[in-house]
């Protein structure tokens, strides 16, 4: 873990913009960030879900991640609503267990969420089920995930620069830079 702290911040400070508001928060995002990108090295499937003030943030997710001039493998990172359309009406904990089954048949190399959006979001039923799916939630603390404020004037700022670390980490650790 250490070895990916000081990685962190040594990327942190040579990031050119505006990015040391997150050397504080580094401790925080360095167990969050090894575990969502040593489960994409398993082979996990990576079903990303945002509320919906944060749907265009999910599409540049899908879109950047396999940017074919990253030269690294495509990797398997989905919005999970445009594989299951139906995702919003579920409700109830049958069918969010009906849904898991369904998702356990699909990827049976394993899975897990990327959820992006507000703590008190239908959602999260979902998202909250399991300790290895990787959160970033707005105006709430939640065990496990990495907190941000809806209210911040530079929210989408602080997601593209959150996006581009753990994008940058992602090709450090398929590429050896670190150990995980």
């Known amino acids: 873990m250490q070895q990916l702290l000081k990685w962190t911040l040594d990327t942190i400070r040579e990031e050119e913009s505006c990015f040391s508001w997150m050397e504080e928060y580094r401790y925080e995002w360095a167990p969050l960030v090894k575990n969502a990108v040593a489960q994409v090295l398993d082979g996990k499937t990576v079903l990303v879900i945002t509320d919906e003030s944060r749907d265009w943030f999910g599409k540049y997710v899908v879109n950047s991640i396999n940017d074919l001039s990253k030269h690294r493998p495509l990797l398997p990172f989905y919005l999970f609503a445009d594989n299951f359309p139906q995702l919003h009406s ?91």
């Open 90 to 180: 579920i409700q109830s904990t049958e069918d969010i267990q009906l849904l898991e089954d369904m998702l356990d048949i699909s990827y049976p190399n394993g899975f897990y969420i990327w959820y992006i959006g507000r703590g008190d979001h239908p959602l999260t039923k979902l998202s909250y089920r399991n300790q290895d799916n990787y959160l970033w939630v707005l105006d709430e603390e939640v065990q496990n995930s990495f907190a941000l404020r809806s209210s911040d004037s530079l929210l989408d700022i602080k997601l593209l620069q959150l996006y581009k670390l753990f994008d940058t980490t992602l090709s450090a650790a398929l590429f050896g830079d670190f150990e995980l």
